[in-house]
């Protein structure tokens, strides 16, 4: 599977660490401007398999590419620049710069996810990312000072400043209270709608159940199943090895 329908294609991706085989063999596509969950037990492979894709870690075996085009090799900045924006599990937020400098780091020149155009159009586009996290009143605040759900929608008005059109989010809900994760998933929906195509990997099987088009369940590195959310959230053998009530 590749091209329109599926710009980002994973195929046989292998990375070992050690005697850890982290992700064994994964091949998986990315639905154009839909919401595929990755969803799996700690340690099954879900952040490894971003860093594959995303240059952060060179895999032992496989590909990735996007539009056709091979990935393996290219350095973060590279695969951002082509259009692939990732969060972090821990965020990795310019902590003493400012609100509004974290979210403009992602549009100066220099930066991932630089693009041409004039600085205006650039300020323009991080007060919007601003004002759709609902950081606009916080964007002189340095981000040390902002509160755990402020920090988590500040990584998010990165990702909506470098306007691209992947987005790898890791756990980007952890952690946020009812009304912050609605919050998000009017923000997820919105980016659909402008035909983002989103990989989010997410532990709160509700938030998966709301936002998903579709689940990949990852175990032990390798892909168990792919489909449709209400047959993957129902299967049992899953939920006993996401509850970890597997038999040994
Ligand atoms: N850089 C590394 N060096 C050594 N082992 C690693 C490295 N990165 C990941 N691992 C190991 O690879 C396996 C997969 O880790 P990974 O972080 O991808 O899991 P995950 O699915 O993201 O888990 P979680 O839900 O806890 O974030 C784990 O056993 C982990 O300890
Ligand atoms: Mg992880």
Redesign the pocket.
């Known amino acids: 599977m590749s091209g329109a329908a599926h710009p980002l294609v994973c195929r046989d991706l292998s990375i070992s660490?050690g005697g850890?085989k982290?992700v064994q063999g994964v091949s998986l596509a990315l639905p154009a401007g839909k919401v595929l969950a990755l969803v799996?037990p700690?340690?099954?492979?879900?952040?490894?398999?971003f860093n594959l894709v995303t240059g952060n870690l060179r895999a032992d075996a496989g590909e990735a590419t996007l539009d056709g085009e091979s990935l393996l090799g290219l350095k973060p900045w590279q695969v951002a620049r082509r259009g692939v924006a990732r969060s972090f599990?821990d965020l990795r937020l310019f902590t003493h710069m400012t609100v509004r400098e974290n979210a403009m780091s992602a549009t100066e020149r220099g930066s991932w996810f630089w693009q041409a155009g004039d600085a205006k159009a650039r300020a323009a586009r991080v007060e919007e990312a601003l004002a759709a996290t609902g950081l606009s009143d916080l964007a002189e605040s340095r981000a040390v000072d902002l509160a755990y759900a402020e920090r988590k929608f500040l990584s998010m008005a990165r990702i909506l400043a470098a306007e691209a059109r992947i987005w790898l989010l890791d756990?980007p809900a952890s952690g946020l209270d009812l009304s912050s994760r609605q919050r998000f998933a009017g923000l997820l929906r919105a980016a659909n709608a402008r035909g983002i195509t989103i990989c989010l990997?997410e532990?709160n099987l509700d938030v998966v159940a709301e936002l998903a088009d579709e689940i990949a369940f990852?175990d032990r590195?390798v892909v168990l199943a792919v489909g449709e959310p209400q047959a993957i959230l129902r299967d049992k053998a899953l939920a006993a090895i996401y509850f970890g009530e597997r038999a040994a």
């Open positions: 660490f850890v982290a799996g700690n340690g099954a492979g879900k952040t490894t398999l599990q756990e990997i532990h990852l590195g």
